[in-house]
């Protein structure tokens, strides 16, 4: 019990998982606001080195202001370097989060130094701005704080007088407490308005019945690939189950809604291969209610491939969509899409119905040829599923786009 409470302490009142759900959001928010920040103290070091030079100031600051500005003008240069740009990638945004922060430090701790009048109100100001910047979980955030204010107190005894140094140490020990208390309650509150967004995000992009991509977002990624250099070795297909409407008239529209789930995880599981983590983890994720799809294939992770609604394309080289109904659209790439289809196909015949027989599907097939809009696939698609059912049903037909 006592390591759950330091754990969700740890994490801002969160369970971990909702944590680093957000840290995404939360690196690209604070990559924005330490940028701001880096620019007001590039600006402001210039100011100041100017007025040093020029006599405003006391010369002796005019190394010093220097120094902070060409180590701005470098955190700034870190900003523009390619990995970097992307604010999303929250490993980079880290460094440049940090390396801004860090010049931050640096001003407190030396302007502190260099004029004993200020008492470490540089610093003070410094330390709880970072607070707020970094968005490390508390427990990391509050030993970053200490060695910071160690530092801190360190270069206060070596240059300052005893009097100076001991309001220095009493200074940061009180903002050390006051900064965790205030960096606490802000990023509990960050983090809330986080899972509020993902889940309205969730909402407007994820089919509530199976968690795949719904119509909407499933034609807004199969445009996006169809568009990029992946449109080429693809296969679109429609797929319908087979007599869906005599299985909610024979055992009910729970079964129906199972059969849907369970199709929705057995296309998922062999389209999905490559994930290392576990079957059990591709369920709870699809099925949190606990409605689970009779598989047997081992070794598969849902979350590693749809984050909350976009499918990551280039990695699992497919895209999944609930059109509507028992309808499904596919979009699978890779060395060989066709045969992708059909493992797709001898899955969906493995699940079973309450009478022990086995559902089938019927599916229509385009292979995409140069780049297509989405409607143009979608309408060959169809055309060559209406051919299927027409056929007798339980099969593939194939179309040009």
């Not at 502190?112 to 508390?138: E, G, I, K, R, W």
């Amino acid at each position: 019990m006592k390591g759950k409470l330091l754990q969700r302490l740890n994490y801002y009142s969160y369970e971990p998982a909702q944590y680093h759900s957000c840290r995404e959001q939360m690196a690209a928010e604070n990559w924005k606001f330490a940028r701001l920040l880096n620019h007001i103290m590039m600006v402001m070091m210039a100011i100041y080195a100017l007025l040093s030079l020029f006599g405003a100031l006391k010369h002796m600051y005019a190394l010093y202001y220097g120094i902070c500005l060409i180590y701005t003008v470098l955190v700034e240069i870190l900003f523009w370097q390619p990995l970097h740009r992307d604010p999303k990638n929250a490993k980079q945004a880290d460094i440049d989060i940090g390396s801004a922060c860090a010049a931050l430090m640096f001003f407190g701790i030396v302007a502190s130094v260099v004029d004993p009048s200020q008492v470490a109100t540089s610093f003070l100001v410094m330390q709880t701005l970072v607070t707020l910047f970094l968005n490390y979980s508390f427990g990391y955030l509050l030993l970053f704080e200490f060695v910071y204010m160690l530092i801190f107190d360190v270069s206060s005894y070596l240059v300052k007088s005893p009097a100076v140094f001991s309001g220095d140490v009493l200074n940061a020990l009180s903002f050390f407490a006051v900064s965790g208390f205030i960096a606490y309650f802000f990023h509990k509150e960050k983090i809330r308005n986080d899972l509020i967004n993902n889940h309205y995000h969730f909402l407007a992009h994820i089919d509530s019945l199976t968690r795949i991509l719904n119509h909407q977002c499933f034609f807004a990624e199969t445009d996006r690939v169809l568009g990029s250099n992946h449109a080429k070795d693809l296969v679109f297909a429609m797929i319908d189950i087979d007599h869906f409407k005599e299985i909610n008239d024979r055992f009910g529209h729970q079964t129906g809604d199972y059969c849907i789930r369970a199709v929705t995880t057995h296309m998922l599981w062999t389209l999905l291969q490559t994930a290392p983590t576990s079957c059990a983890d591709l369920i709870q994720v699809l099925f949190p209610e606990g409605i689970q799809a009779h598989i047997e294939n081992p070794g598969i992770s849902y979350r590693e491939f749809y984050d909350f609604g976009y499918d990551k394309f280039e990695t699992a080289e497919a895209a999944l969509g609930r059109i509507g109904g028992d309808e499904f659209a596919l979009l699978v790439g890779g060395p060989d899409p066709m045969g992708r289809m059909r493992q797709v196909e001898d899955a969906i015949r493995a699940i079973s119905l309450p009478d022990g027989s086995n559902l089938t599907c019927s599916m229509g097939c385009v292979r995409v040829t140069g780049n297509p809009s989405s409607k143009s696939v979608y309408k060959s698609a169809d055309e060559a599923l209406y051919q299927a059912k027409e056929g007798g049903r339980n099969r593939i037909c194939t179309a040009k786009a």
